[in-house]
């Protein structure tokens, strides 16, 4: 019975492991912004990160057992939130975006739309010497929309990209970590730039 046991232990280990990678909220709080105040009033934002889930193989054959889901939904959420909280006078967040007639009913000036567009990650063991190393590369493509009470005020999109680099660890688990450092750095960028997209707008300022 020992003996089956260790049999199907290194069976499941032959087939390999999923290593979540599930980055934090990171906020972009040096925001480059030509005017010395917030946005100011009220404007509703709605985030949409579904699209920001990948699943990231390794680009060689070692480690090429295993996976690493990469889930950037909720952080994506939470550093737009964080980020924009620093920009604008004042921020509701609502669960789907609301109709432009709808605005002056709710005393908003604008509603913000961001969704992350499109998540792309690799994933490279480097041999060593000793131990093994993990390089990583993630980009990330996000889009702003700016609805004002008469019409659309903005419309952008931009990227940004964040690398790390990692021990593999005894069993290739540093990967996950890895890719999670390299995908807070895109959040922070993608973020910070959507926040300059917005903070510099002249026609959301003057909402017209």
Sequence with gaps: M??????????LFLAGCAYNA????????????????KLPGKYLL?????????????????CAAHTYPLDLRSGFAGSVRKTFETLVEQ???????????????????GMIIVRGEELNARLRVVPGFWV????????????????????????????????AQGDAGGFCEGGAAALVQA?????????GRLGEALTNSER???GT
């Design 183 to 191: 995908a807070e750095g895109a959040l922070k960028e993608s973020v």
């Design 91 to 109: 921020l509701e967040l609502v669960n789907a975006p609301v109709d432009r007639a709808e605005l002056a009913g709710r005393g908003a000036r």
């Design 22 to 37: 599930q980055p934090m909220a990171v906020g972009a709080y040096n925001v480059y912004s030509s005017y010395g105040d």
């Design 204 to 206: 959301v300022r003057s």
């Design 2 to 11: 020992k003996h089956h046991a260790v049999v199907l232990g290194f069976a």
């Design 132 to 163: 093994a190393g993990m390089e990583t590369d993630v980009e990330l493509v996000a889009s702003i929309t700016v609805d004002g009470r008469h019409g659309r005020l903005l419309g952008s999109t931009v990227a940004g990209d964040g690398n």
């Design 46 to 62: 709605y985030v949409d990160g579904g699209a920001l889930v990948r699943s990231v193989k390794p680009s060689d054959f070692n």
